[in-house]
């Protein structure tokens, strides 16, 4: 048993190979060679001794079985996100600085509403149970003294009551059609 044959030729190719993988810097590719690595040592534990070493070969099984599964996750992470027009206007007017992905999740918990003219949205001194954005159109905020200011696309609705959790300063109407999340 102490010779030199395939086995433990391939047992120390497979550590050589983890040596590489934990030198690399990218996950992917520290994965990858780790999966590498546990095939190589895989025969070892199986045929060289004269009962195989079960325990470890079920271990590494689990060790490839969960990067193979990592390595999956990393795939559908590093696609490109897909947003639709208005996703992408929405996107490049309001929140550029936010990451693709992190916009899409946050995008896909609201919904779109198509308003008529003149829609009432926020009433003077209620609480605000969600936030609303201007995606398209205008929205009309009348202030106590009846100053009017408008909101225009890519502004928020709401935005300082939902924050405090207090209660509207304000009614605020649609001026003209308008879509807001």
């Known amino acids: 048993m102490n010779d030199w044959n395939i086995y433990i030729i391939l047992l120390n190719c497979g550590y050589i190979i983890y040596l590489a993988a934990f030198l690399a810097k990218k996950i992917v590719w520290l994965r990858l060679l780790t999966i590498t690595g546990n095939f190589l040592i895989v025969p070892y534990f199986l045929y060289f001794h004269e009962t195989p070493l079960w325990n470890s070969f079920v271990w590494t099984c689990i060790y490839t079985v969960i990067n193979l599964v990592m390595l999956f996750i990393i795939y559908l992470e590093s696609r490109p996100v897909s947003l639709d027009d208005l996703e992408q206007r929405i996107y490049d007017r309001t929140f550029k600085s936010l990451e693709p992905r992190v916009f899409k999740k946050l995008i896909d918990h ?72």
């Open 110 to 181: 609201g919904s779109l509403e198509e308003i008529q003219p003149e829609v009432n949205l926020v009433t003077r001194d209620s609480e605000l149970d969600s936030l609303m954005l201007v995606a398209e159109g205008e929205a009309e905020v009348v202030l106590k003294h009846g100053e009017h200011i408008i909101i225009p696309t890519g502004g928020f609705i709401g935005e300082q009551s939902f924050i405090t959790g207090g209660k509207t300063s304000a009614d605020v109407t649609t001026g003209k059609e308008a879509t807001t999340i």
